[in-house]
């Protein structure tokens, strides 16, 4: 019987970034469903599935420190492995929302020779797309990592509400902003390379939820004696 750290491991995607990319991922957040359930990290989104096909849904929650207009981002990967241990469907979110990720040529599940899934992630932003033509379809995708670049500051978003509360002042607000613009702006190439985290990045959902506080802290405190 696996655990569901060795299912995690398993099944952990390849993520091709634009060889430009200014940030990695920091953390990933995993937990693995054998029935229908709510997510714990993917706002008002209940995971279904076709249990009688279904052996296991791992989502993978990935963490980064910076998005390219804001500080931290969250985004996910749901992986669909059947009864004979292949996947047979993989999900990305997408600024919200998510799609299904599947090669745009032919409509085979997104997965590599060897059946790992394989996703591309938008500059900077990192949403999720099946293809890097995708992303020339969504708007500002160029300006939002260049004159745009730290635009939106520190996120105060519901689930980190209490953690940062206090620190919604405009003074960190616009330190984060200057910081990210000054630091991290550049000019995407489009040529994308595979990049595989490293399995010890790896951790129960909760555990990384719970180290996210201390993780922004020691962010902020970065910024702030970098921007004066």
Request: hydrophobic letters at 40%.
């Given at each position: 019987?696996?655990?569901?750290?060795?299912?995690?491991?398993?099944?952990?995607?390849?993520?091709?970034?634009?060889?430009?990319?200014?940030?990695?991922?920091?953390?990933?957040?995993?937990?693995?469903?054998?029935?229908?359930?709510?997510?714990?990290?993917?706002?008002?989104?209940?995971?279904?599935?076709?249990?009688?096909?279904?052996?296991?849904?791992?989502?993978?929650?990935?963490?980064?420190?910076?998005?390219?207009?804001?500080?931290?981002?969250?985004?996910?990967?749901?992986?669909?492995?059947?009864?004979?241990?292949?996947?047979?469907?993989?999900?990305?979110?997408?600024?919200?929302?998510?799609?299904?990720?599947?090669?745009?040529?032919?409509?085979?599940?997104?997965?590599?020779?060897?059946?790992?899934?394989?996703?591309?992630?938008?500059?900077?932003?990192?949403?999720?797309?099946?293809?890097?033509?995708?992303?020339?379809?969504?708007?500002?995708?160029?300006?939002?990592?260049?004159?745009?670049?730290?635009?939106?500051?520190?996120?105060?978003?519901?689930?980190?509400?209490?953690?940062?509360?206090?620190?919604?002042?405009?003074?960190?607000?616009?330190?984060?902003?200057?910081?990210?613009?000054?630091?991290?702006?550049?000019?995407?190439?489009?040529?994308?390379?595979?990049?595989?985290?490293?399995?010890?990045?790896?951790?129960?959902?909760?555990?990384?939820?719970?180290?996210?506080?201390?993780?922004?802290?020691?962010?902020?405190?970065?910024i702030r004696d970098s921007v004066k």
């Amino acid at each position: 019987m696996k655990t569901h750290l060795e299912i995690a491991e398993k099944y952990l995607p390849v993520f091709w970034m634009d060889e430009k990319e200014p940030f990695t991922i920091d953390a990933l957040g995993y937990t693995v469903f054998t029935e229908d359930a709510p997510s714990g990290s993917f706002q008002k989104r209940f995971l279904t599935a076709d249990w009688d096909r279904t052996k296991w849904l791992v989502e993978y929650a990935i963490w980064f420190d910076y998005d390219i207009q804001h500080l931290y981002e969250l985004e996910h990967v749901w992986v669909y492995v059947g009864k004979d241990g292949k996947v047979w469907k993989v999900e990305g979110s997408f600024h919200g929302k998510f799609l299904n990720q599947v090669k745009l040529d032919t409509g085979e599940v997104s997965v590599d020779r060897d059946g790992i899934p394989e996703v591309y992630l938008q500059p900077g932003k990192h949403a999720i797309v099946p293809d890097k033509r995708v992303i020339a379809l969504i708007p500002q995708w160029q300006e939002s990592c260049q004159e745009l670049a730290g635009a939106d500051g520190l996120l105060v978003q519901d689930m980190f509400r209490d953690s940062l509360l206090a620190e919604d002042t405009e003074q960190t607000q616009e330190q984060v902003r200057r910081y990210i613009k000054d630091t991290y702006a550049f000019a995407p190439s489009m040529e994308f390379r595979p990049f595989r985290p490293d399995p010890s990045l790896l951790m129960a959902w909760q555990e990384l939820k719970d180290s996210i506080p201390a993780r922004l802290k020691k962010e902020l405190s970065v910024i702030r004696d970098s921007v004066k």
